[in-house]
């Protein structure tokens, strides 16, 4: 099963793996997916379809429709039916309705660098490189701390394991709702987690950059090779090469049916993740974990395709002898703004700031200098993480056809005075504040 | 006391060697015997002296949160000498409303004015507990640090008081002036022993404490009827105070609150019960389960401390309902408790991780106001409730008469995640302004606000400069002024 989905996966190349422009049309582009997922229950289990009306819908399109007044959005079989303004989209007489009143709806948010999908058991240090191993496995849908994040209308992470060696493993995008480990994931391997810089130091007694890079080139080499030996044999050029699971990841990745997730922090590691990641190798790659001042290459992630996945750190302060801000705090998310880069998300590092705090990262960047004048908040939470990850077909805006993954809100997201009312995963409800004791 | 007069001396010294500028005899001299020498010898000088002209301050056109209620629009704010004298409308500022004949050098007061048009004006915030934001701790009269960065820091959070180990500080920054001003090191303390803590966490702990209290009531009544008594019979003897443990009295007495720490079920109630028996006004820290026995804390009186993202799963051992909730500060507020609320991370954090720290103390009310907890009561929990709790509520917390001139300008809501403190006052003095510090002046700029009317500036140019004609009638003035 899960293999079925790698495959389909792999026919759909990333949308970021272009320029901005490309990927927007790549995704404009893209068809529905058509995974087989059961259908799940509406609220009122014997209504075919949900009404959810809201004061606003924060629709969150890539290209288009950012915002609907007085809106509702129908619900059939755990798929959006449709979003329109009431006046102009008539509710079928048999669906069951929840009148949001006053609060707002929108898409459930998505955090692309999370640990909190599992118990833990996710940070294997004894390789310094670990391409086959698969965070998967640790998956524990519904798990403790997954109950808060639901209740916080985070409803899609990118679960990724730890950042204590070069190549930590393959990352799985998955739900945060309860259920079976099928329904919950999104897509297998999600992604491949690389961390430059200085956590994979920690592996071993004088590591330095030089052998970090030179492990990370000598791996991601080896599994171009293996993958390109695939490719020639898929082709009928070759015999079956012989299967090798620590590189198996590459063909995905070659394919460019995922991308690689950085762990990456101030700009000298960044700058190491575009030219080693991107331009020698062409793999799909995000910069995740952004952090203090990697804005400072926003021009050339923006050129060359990367996206930029931002937080927890996002403000980088004055440290005498390593970083000269001149004094001031630089806000990580409005240099990515100033210089001009396109995709611009936020992420947790949960738990080490909290899954639920995601829109606060969201808040925060806008508080040290993030020009939110056009929804960057919103859709850094939502459509963008969701293009990033690819998975921009099924979760990330208010569209038919996507997953029904809906938050009904009390207003600005980011706000972190914004309470959660109710929450929905394809379309069954999985979280009413109104009922017993509130989570968040 | 001599080692101490030497090193403010000595601190002194710095101050001039870091300004560049000579602080003169009248600056270094730190105790009042000092002064007074000063005085006479430059008794026939005519200006007055800076230190002992009258210091005004007023902010105009500002909205003003006085923190009790009042919400005044496009006011003004009036302070002397670090006390707000008048808050409202037609305030007349000297020096611009009158004694403007006054040349600058032969004034007996200074005037600052500060124009908060579009802005608002809030009391100064109080972090009931802060780490970092002073110096090393102990006696802060000795250990402050007046150039600190993280007190910058945390008066561009707006905190202007803050608990710190047993005592109630203010983040008194030095301020360079010209002529210079001495710094007051006494001033910065508002209270000392403003906590009394207390714990009932051991079964020892509790016996004990139970003890003391009886002892403590006892004695009380005993002196209570000693005082009647005495009256009639002059020879009495006055009960023995034996065995009294002061800090117990005092807490009796209604003196200081006594501070417990206690975060579960079981301890909340147990401090709830010993308040009500021996009629005191508990302070809980930490009172992460409160919510699951809030009419039993608001009936005990009692002040609750919590942090608004206090995360910890209920015991699922337990039947009943426990552990962190976001409800908390709302559940108890709506029961009568008084909730100061803190940041889980009591420093000041410069890793980069933003919006957990004490540098964003109003971002953690918001997640209690998520909860259900009112705006005015979340603005309560980081200015009029802490101080009450710390015994200075007469003092700090509020913008009432006669309190001291703790405020600060904000560029918008003070609970919106995008709002920065734009200037910080500590007794009528400015001590930080957003524009002049390096940390955040780069982001959403302050516009620049036009200071005069270009007609008075043409009137001061044209108008022939010539000193005003009698001295008689400005003393006239003053006299009138202190009439007012």
């Given at each position: 099963?899960?293999?079925?989905?790698?495959?389909?996966?792999?026919?759909?190349?990333?949308?970021?793996?272009?320029?901005?422009?490309?990927?927007?049309?790549?995704?404009?582009?893209?068809?529905?997916?058509?995974?087989?997922?059961?259908?799940?229950?509406?609220?009122?289990?014997?209504?075919?379809?949900?009404?959810?009306?809201?004061?606003?819908?924060?629709?969150?399109?890539?290209?288009?429709?950012?915002?609907?007044?007085?809106a509702v959005v129908l619900v059939k079989d755990g798929r959006i039916e449709a979003v329109g303004a009431r006046r102009e989209l008539a509710i079928p007489a048999d669906y069951a309705v929840h009148d949001a009143g006053d609060s707002w709806v929108m898409p459930g948010m998505v955090d692309l660098h999370s640990h909190v999908g599992g118990p833990g058991g996710y940070?294997?240090?004894?390789?310094?490189?670990?391409?086959?191993?698969?965070?998967s496995a640790t998956v524990t849908p519904g798990n403790?701390?997954?109950?808060?994040?639901?209740?916080?209308?985070?409803?899609?992470?990118?679960?990724?394991?730890?950042?204590?060696?070069?190549?930590?493993?393959?990352?799985?995008?998955?739900?945060?709702?309860?259920?079976?480990?099928?329904?919950?994931?999104?897509?297998?391997?999600?992604?491949?987690?690389?961390?430059?810089?200085?956590?994979?130091?920690?592996?071993?007694?004088?590591?330095?950059?030089?052998?970090?890079?030179?492990?990370?080139?000598?791996?991601?080499?080896?599994?171009?090779?293996?993958a390109k030996r695939w490719q020639a044999y898929e082709r009928g050029e070759t015999e079956k090469p012989a299967r090798h699971l620590n590189l198996d990841v590459y063909r995905d990745l070659d394919a460019g049916a995922i991308g690689i997730s950085t762990h990456t922090q101030y700009y000298q590691v960044v700058l190491s993740t575009l030219?080693?990641?991107?331009?020698?190798?062409?793999?799909?790659?995000?910069?995740?974990?952004?952090?203090?001042?990697?804005?400072?290459?926003?021009?050339?992630?923006?050129?060359?395709?990367?996206?930029?996945?931002?937080?927890?750190?996002?403000?980088?302060?004055?440290?005498?002898?390593?970083?000269?801000?001149?004094?001031?705090?630089?806000?990580?998310?409005?240099?990515?703004?100033?210089?001009?880069?396109?995709?611009?998300?936020?992420?947790?590092?949960?738990?080490?700031?909290?899954?639920?705090?995601?829109?606060?990262?969201?808040?925060?960047?806008?508080?040290?200098?993030?020009?939110?004048?056009?929804?960057?908040?919103?859709?850094?939470?939502t459509i963008v993480p969701a293009v990033v990850a690819g998975i921009a077909d099924r979760v990330g805006s208010l569209e038919p056809g996507k997953h029904a993954d809906l938050v009904v809100l009390t207003g600005d997201p980011a706000d972190p005075r914004t309470s959660i009312e109710r929450v929905w995963v394809e379309g069954e409800l999985v979280y009413d504040a109104s009922v017993g004791v509130r989570k968040w | 006391?001599?080692?101490?007069?030497?090193?403010?001396?000595?601190?002194?010294?710095?101050?001039?060697?870091?300004?560049?500028?000579?602080?003169g005899a009248r600056a270094l001299a730190f105790d009042d015997e000092e002064k007074k020498g000063d005085e006479s010898e430059e008794a026939e000088d005519k200006s007055v002296p800076e230190e002992e002209k009258t210091a005004w301050f007023a902010v105009t056109h500002a909205d003003i949160y006085t923190g009790t209620g009042e919400i005044l629009r496009d006011a003004t704010l009036l302070a002397k000498d670090g006390k707000i004298v008048e808050i409202g409308y037609d305030v007349d500022i000297p020096g611009r409303d009158y004694y403007t004949d006054v040349p600058e050098e032969k004034r007996d007061f200074r005037v600052d004015v500060l124009d908060a048009q579009g802005m608002r004006v809030y009391p100064g915030l109080v972090a009931i507990s802060s780490s970092g934001l002073l110096g090393?701790?102990?006696?802060?009269?000795?250990?402050?640090?007046?150039?600190?960065?993280?007190?910058?820091?945390?008066?561009?959070?707006g905190i202007t008081t803050t608990g710190q180990g047993r005592s109630a500080v203010k983040l008194k920054r030095y301020v360079p002036h010209e002529p210079p001003l001495p710094y007051d090191f006494d001033g910065i303390v508002v209270r000392d022993d403003a906590f009394a803590s207390m714990s009932l966490s051991s079964g020892a702990a509790k016996r004990s404490l139970i003890e003391k209290f009886q002892r403590a009531s006892q004695y009380?009544?005993?002196?209570?009827?000693?005082?009647?008594?005495?009256?009639?019979?002059?020879?009495?003897?006055?009960?023995?105070?034996?065995?009294?443990?002061?800090?117990?009295?005092?807490?009796?007495?209604?003196?200081?609150?006594?501070?417990?720490?206690?975060?579960?079920?079981?301890?909340?109630?147990?401090?709830?019960r010993l308040a009500q028996e021996f009629g005191f006004r508990p302070v809980i820290d930490d009172c992460r389960e409160g919510w699951t026995v809030a009419d039993e804390l608001g009936r005990a009186g009692a002040f609750a401390i919590l942090s608004a993202r206090d995360r910890r799963d209920k015991d699922e051992s337990l039947v009943r309902e426990g552990g962190s909730s976001i409800e908390n500060a709302a559940i108890l507020s709506a029961a009568g408790v008084q909730v100061a609320i803190v940041p889980e991370s009591k420093g000041v954090a410069l890793d980069g991780i933003v919006g957990r720290d004490i540098m964003h103390l109003p971002i953690e009310v918001d997640f209690a106001v998520r909860g259900g907890l009112s705006e005015a009561l979340a603005v309560d929990s980081i200015t009029r409730i802490p101080a009450r709790m710390m015994g200075i509520g007469h003092r700090v917390g509020s913008l009432e008469v006669g309190k001291d001139c703790d405020l600060i300008v904000t560029d918008g809501d003070l609970l919106h995640y995008q709002t920065f403190v734009q200037y910080t006052v500590i007794d009528g003095e400015l001590v930080y302004d957003k524009q002049q510090e390096l940390y955040f002046a780069h982001i959403r700029p302050r516009p620049e606000v036009e200071l005069a009317p270009a007609a008075k500036l043409d009137a001061g140019e044209d108008a022939p400069a010539e000193e005003p004609k009698d001295d008689a009638k400005d003393e006239d003035r003053e006299e009138g002024e202190g009439g007012e």
């Amino acid at each position: 099963m899960l293999d079925a989905r790698t495959t389909q996966a792999r026919r759909r190349p990333l949308a970021y793996a272009g320029t901005g422009r490309a990927c927007r049309r790549a995704v404009a582009a893209a068809a529905l997916c058509v995974a087989a997922v059961a259908p799940s229950a509406v609220a009122d289990e014997e209504a075919p379809g949900l009404a959810v009306l809201a004061a606003k819908a924060l629709v969150c399109e890539l290209d288009g429709r950012q915002v609907v007044d007085d809106a509702v959005v129908l619900v059939k079989d755990g798929r959006i039916e449709a979003v329109g303004a009431r006046r102009e989209l008539a509710i079928p007489a048999d669906y069951a309705v929840h009148d949001a009143g006053d609060s707002w709806v929108m898409p459930g948010m998505v955090d692309l660098h999370s640990h909190v999908g599992g118990p833990g058991g996710y940070n294997d240090m004894v390789y310094q490189v670990n391409s086959g191993l698969r965070v998967s496995a640790t998956v524990t849908p519904g798990n403790a701390r997954l109950a808060r994040p639901l209740a916080a209308g985070v409803t899609t992470i990118l679960y990724i394991p730890g950042s204590g060696t070069n190549i930590g493993g393959q990352g799985v995008l998955m739900k945060t709702r309860p259920g079976d480990f099928e329904d919950v994931v999104l897509r297998n391997p999600g992604s491949l987690k690389v961390a430059q810089g200085d956590n994979p130091k920690r592996w071993g007694y004088g590591m330095q950059r030089g052998l970090m890079n030179h492990h990370i080139r000598y791996s991601l080499r080896q599994g171009k090779a293996y993958a390109k030996r695939w490719q020639a044999y898929e082709r009928g050029e070759t015999e079956k090469p012989a299967r090798h699971l620590n590189l198996d990841v590459y063909r995905d990745l070659d394919a460019g049916a995922i991308g690689i997730s950085t762990h990456t922090q101030y700009y000298q590691v960044v700058l190491s993740t575009l030219r080693i990641l991107r331009k020698e190798f062409g793999f799909p790659v995000f910069i995740d974990h952004g952090s203090f001042d990697s804005w400072k290459l926003g021009p050339i992630a923006e050129e060359i395709g990367v996206p930029a996945i931002l937080g927890p750190r996002e403000v980088l302060w004055h440290r005498a002898y390593s970083f000269d801000t001149e004094g001031a705090a630089q806000g990580t998310a409005a240099g990515f703004q100033r210089t001009g880069v396109s995709l611009i998300g936020f992420n947790t590092d949960a738990p080490v700031v909290p899954q639920e705090e995601l829109p606060l990262q969201a808040a925060m960047s806008v508080r040290y200098g993030f020009d939110d004048a056009r929804m960057g908040t919103v859709r850094g939470l939502t459509i963008v993480p969701a293009v990033v990850a690819g998975i921009a077909d099924r979760v990330g805006s208010l569209e038919p056809g996507k997953h029904a993954d809906l938050v009904v809100l009390t207003g600005d997201p980011a706000d972190p005075r914004t309470s959660i009312e109710r929450v929905w995963v394809e379309g069954e409800l999985v979280y009413d504040a109104s009922v017993g004791v509130r989570k968040w | 006391m001599k080692l101490l007069h030497t090193k403010r001396a000595a601190f002194a010294a710095v101050l001039v060697a870091t300004f560049g500028v000579s602080l003169g005899a009248r600056a270094l001299a730190f105790d009042d015997e000092e002064k007074k020498g000063d005085e006479s010898e430059e008794a026939e000088d005519k200006s007055v002296p800076e230190e002992e002209k009258t210091a005004w301050f007023a902010v105009t056109h500002a909205d003003i949160y006085t923190g009790t209620g009042e919400i005044l629009r496009d006011a003004t704010l009036l302070a002397k000498d670090g006390k707000i004298v008048e808050i409202g409308y037609d305030v007349d500022i000297p020096g611009r409303d009158y004694y403007t004949d006054v040349p600058e050098e032969k004034r007996d007061f200074r005037v600052d004015v500060l124009d908060a048009q579009g802005m608002r004006v809030y009391p100064g915030l109080v972090a009931i507990s802060s780490s970092g934001l002073l110096g090393t701790g102990g006696d802060f009269r000795d250990s402050i640090d007046p150039f600190s960065s993280n007190m910058v820091l945390g008066l561009a959070a707006g905190i202007t008081t803050t608990g710190q180990g047993r005592s109630a500080v203010k983040l008194k920054r030095y301020v360079p002036h010209e002529p210079p001003l001495p710094y007051d090191f006494d001033g910065i303390v508002v209270r000392d022993d403003a906590f009394a803590s207390m714990s009932l966490s051991s079964g020892a702990a509790k016996r004990s404490l139970i003890e003391k209290f009886q002892r403590a009531s006892q004695y009380l009544r005993e002196y209570r009827q000693w005082e009647i008594d005495v009256k009639k019979d002059k020879e009495l003897k006055e009960p023995d105070k034996k065995g009294v443990d002061g800090t117990v009295l005092e807490v009796l007495e209604g003196r200081v609150y006594p501070m417990f720490r206690a975060a579960e079920r079981a301890d909340l109630l147990n401090v709830a019960r010993l308040a009500q028996e021996f009629g005191f006004r508990p302070v809980i820290d930490d009172c992460r389960e409160g919510w699951t026995v809030a009419d039993e804390l608001g009936r005990a009186g009692a002040f609750a401390i919590l942090s608004a993202r206090d995360r910890r799963d209920k015991d699922e051992s337990l039947v009943r309902e426990g552990g962190s909730s976001i409800e908390n500060a709302a559940i108890l507020s709506a029961a009568g408790v008084q909730v100061a609320i803190v940041p889980e991370s009591k420093g000041v954090a410069l890793d980069g991780i933003v919006g957990r720290d004490i540098m964003h103390l109003p971002i953690e009310v918001d997640f209690a106001v998520r909860g259900g907890l009112s705006e005015a009561l979340a603005v309560d929990s980081i200015t009029r409730i802490p101080a009450r709790m710390m015994g200075i509520g007469h003092r700090v917390g509020s913008l009432e008469v006669g309190k001291d001139c703790d405020l600060i300008v904000t560029d918008g809501d003070l609970l919106h995640y995008q709002t920065f403190v734009q200037y910080t006052v500590i007794d009528g003095e400015l001590v930080y302004d957003k524009q002049q510090e390096l940390y955040f002046a780069h982001i959403r700029p302050r516009p620049e606000v036009e200071l005069a009317p270009a007609a008075k500036l043409d009137a001061g140019e044209d108008a022939p400069a010539e000193e005003p004609k009698d001295d008689a009638k400005d003393e006239d003035r003053e006299e009138g002024e202190g009439g007012e």
